[in-house]
């Protein structure tokens, strides 16, 4: 069986797919369908692609564009924009949409940067806004000229600010169950209550022994659970009014955990002890309570899985926060309007302005204008909005809300004169945008501040800061390129045939504009390529559900397989950049499932009733193929940063020598010296941080090659690339165990179950 299994690592190897003639294919228009103008590699390019229409690429509007000289003194633009060389007639849609575009007008981009919650932060949001000496005027149209004014208007608003604090999302928590010792059996016992108490509940525990040889447990909870149920927690006083409150439970939920630990465990209610500690809040709370956790040794989940690093602390956070049912109080919303750079300051004043008291009028609000990243590409209108209305009702923007604010921002922008449209990223196939706070990182980090130099420096050498800097670089640099962004479900395929047939109909009427040709080219390419990984779902979701009436043999899955890689290989070979890791990624998936199933599927027709450990290795083989070659690409990678990150150390020891040797007495170099040391101390640190990150990748990779079905130790994962990767090893794992259990209900009848040795 280990040789007939094996020898299926041979039908797929990445890069080397074969291939797909499937009449579902022929149906659906796979890429020989597409028009022949997709032949230009360079159209297909994810930098090259037309990108002036997402909003962080060419910021610079074109000459043609309305709006971006100064109005006469005195004058004010027509109540009705220009119309447009060409006609746009008095369509709307996305034909209207396209035409306007074709035509150099600018997508109209609202974004809600952030929420304050409380006096304090909401000042300090509205002072940020003052920045650059830019008077802010009020929803009365009064101007604040000052950051007192700025603090005097937000303490009027905060009478209205909610009182109500922060969910208390994850708790620490300490079980006892009285009499019962560290022995085989006691552990088995605290095992056993933990899973019932806390049933429905992300949770994870650590064991300890007390002096005196009795077993408790730590534990830190999600305090929301399965159906509506929630822990909830209160302060009690002690029998003296002056002693302190102490954190607990309210009787109803210490009745619930006391009942279902008794239940599982026979442990009388007695004898059971539940004690509260500290509440955090959000996924933020999650990561610190679980790293103070596992601060004496691992801690095991819900799931069974152990959490030992800082890597599954954080994985562990990303796991749960769907599950918190979190809830922060929200004061005020910090929004903005961004324009490119060229756009008339004034007009967008008015087009601000006239949105503003549109929409919010109702609400409190101040706002201002920023020209001071005009160099860099953009102008901005900042906003700070109560979020309460003078009725009492709250704003809870979704994204039908921000779709409507964009319809009515580009209808006043537009009788202000400024060429702004209203569009969505999906009917341009565009990929995602980055927001100022993304920016604000890297400009942090590459260009430290005046005045805040060595502060800056610092935080840009410090190891906690590095993912998130690349990040913000990572999030940056794919919206500038603005690859095509792939067609996933069906209402991104929708608007993408929608806005295709939209751009065909300009380009029947201007047949010579490059930017209608490309965007045709752009979206023609999102829609084959959307079409053919919609079939290719189909078709793994037929081939894999279980029907009696109709079995498939694994000879018809083979077949089908081979076609499939065939299709995606020639399809990949036709995109680059980041669409094209996008559709071999998500390829990746359907093919690897259906793999699976057919060794299975061969497995059974040869009447197999066990598979060994190494027989299961043999079928995870070929998916670790992909795997492996991520492992060493990790690998490569954390060998560079950790040789850029010792060359950073170097240079920074030698420069805090030479600013020691040249240091004066005077306060100023004194601190300036600190700093400096600082900075030594993070930069070595980081360096020691990457070399550690860089020998677990490379024995990670090792141990891939080696048992691609035994999950990487914890030990390895110093990273969130390796925890990813890990997670995605135990999902083939699952998916394989489900399959096996899938195939023993089959109508052969005989089992399949692996065996773990």
């Known amino acids: 069986m280990v040789q007939q299994v094996a020898q299926s690592q041979q039908r797929r190897r990445p890069g080397a797919i074969g291939g797909v003639e499937d009449e579902a294919f022929g149906r659906r228009g796979a890429l020989a369908m ?12 994810g930098a090259t692609v037309p990108g002036a229409w997402d909003e962080e690429k060419s910021r610079r509007l074109p000459e043609t564009s309305g709006g971006s000289g100064a109005p006469l003194p005195g004058s004010r633009p027509s109540a009705k924009a220009a119309p447009i060389a060409g006609g746009l007639g008095s369509g709307g849609g996305a034909l209207g949409r396209a035409r306007r575009l074709a035509a150099g007008y600018q997508p109209a981009v609202i974004k809600v940067v952030s929420y304050a919650h409380g006096a304090t932060r909401a000042t300090a949001t509205g002072q940020y806004v003052l920045r650059e000496d830019v008077p802010l005027e009020t929803h009365d149209g009064r ?42 059996e006691g552990r088995q016992a605290y095992e056993k209550a933990i899973a019932a108490g806390f049933d429905g509940h992300r949770h994870a525990y650590r064991l300890e022994t007390t002096p005196e040889g009795m077993l408790e447990a730590q534990l830190v909870v999600a305090m929301a659970g399965a159906a509506k149920e929630r822990f909830r927690l209160r302060d009690q006083r002690g029998p003296d009014d002056g002693s302190r409150s102490q954190r607990c439970f309210d009787r109803a939920s210490e009745a619930h955990i006391g009942e279902r630990i008794s239940q599982a465990s026979g442990i009388p209610p007695e004898a059971i002890g539940v004690v509260a500690g500290a509440s955090n ?32 602390t954080r994985m562990a956070a990303r796991e749960w926060g769907p599950t918190l049912r979190s809830q922060s109080a929200r004061d005020t919303m910090h929004l903005i309007i961004s324009a490119k750079a060229g756009t008339d300051a004034a007009a967008l004043t008015r087009a601000a302005r006239a949105f503003l008291q549109d929409r919010f009028a109702d609400h409190k609000f101040m706002f201002g204008v920023h020209t001071d990243k005009e160099a860099e590409g953009h102008i901005h209108a900042h906003a700070v909005i109560a979020v309460k209305s003078e009725s009492g009702q709250k704003l809870h923007p979704s994204r039908e809300t921000f779709a409507e604010w964009r319809q009515v921002y580009a209808q006043h922008a537009q009788a202000e004169g400024l060429k702004i449209v209203a569009t969505s990223a999906r009917e341009r196939a565009s990929s995602q945008s980055y927001g100022p706070k993304d920016k604000a990182i890297v400009a942090t980090a590459e260009r430290p501040r005046p005045r805040r130099e060595a502060r800056d420096r610092a935080y840009a050498a410090d ?34 045939v929608e806005g295709l047939d939209a751009w065909k109909a300009v380009a029947s009427a201007q047949p010579g504009n490059v930017v209608v040709r490309k965007m045709v080219e752009r979206l023609s390419m999102a829609q084959a390529v959307g079409a053919i990984l919609q079939t290719i779902g189909r078709r793994v979701d037929q081939l894999t559900r279980e029907n009696p009436d109709m079995p ?36 990746a998936r359907y093919l690897e499932t259906l793999a699976n199933r057919v060794d299975l599927q061969r497995a059974q027709e040869r009447g197999v009733t066990h598979m060994t450990r190494a027989e299961v290795e043999a079928i995870v083989g070929p998916n670790a193929d992909r795997l492996i070659e991520r492992a060493n690409t990790l690998r490569d990678r954390e060998d560079r940063e950790a040789a850029a990150a010792q060359r950073l150390a170097d240079r920074s020891v030698e420069v805090g020598r030479r600013g020691e040797a040249t240091a004066s007495l005077d306060p100023t170099s004194q601190r300036d010296l600190r700093v400096e040391r600082t900075v030594t101390a993070g930069t070595e640190k980081l360096a020691a941080r990457e070399a550690r990150e860089a020998a677990a990748t490379a024995e990670a990779a090792h141990a891939l090659a080696q048992h691609p079905a035994q999950p990487l130790s914890p030990a390895l994962l110093q990273t969130d690339a390796l925890a990813r990767l890990r997670a995605e090893q135990e999902q083939i794992i699952r998916e394989i165990e489900a399959s096996e259990r899938v195939e023993s209900q089959s109508s052969r009848g005989q089992r399949m179950t692996p065996n773990r040795r």
Not at 164 to 178: C, K, N, P, Y
Not at 295 to 303: F, Q, S, V, Y
Not at 552 to 578: C, H, I, P, W
């Open 34 to 45: 597409t028009p022949a103008t997709l032949s230009s590699r360079t159209a297909l390019h």
């Open 143 to 184: 101007m604040l000229v000052d950051r007192a004014a700025v603090a005097d208007e937000i303490r009027a608003w905060s009478s209205t600010f909610s009182k109500r604090a922060e969910s208390q999302d994850v708790g620490a928590m300490r079980l006892t169950l009285h009499g019962v010792r560290d022995t085989p």
């Open 281 to 312: 809040h959000g996924r933020d709370g999650v990561t610190y309570r679980l790293n103070r956790l596992i601060e004496k040794g691992h801690a095991i989940d819900d799931r069974g899985r152990t959490i030992g690093n800082a890597a599954d």
């Open 463 to 496: 190891p906690a800061n590095r993912k998130l800097i690349d990040n913000a670089r990572h999030r940056i640099r794919v919206a500038r390129a603005n690859p095509i962004r792939l067609p996933m479900t069906s209402v991104a395929r929708r608007a993408v």
């Open 552 to 587: 498939v043999t694994s000879e018809q899955m083979a077949k089908d397989l081979r076609r499939m890689n065939e299709a995606v290989s020639r399809t990949s070979d036709l995109l680059e950049g980041e669409t094209k890791k996008q559709f071999r990624e998500a390829s």
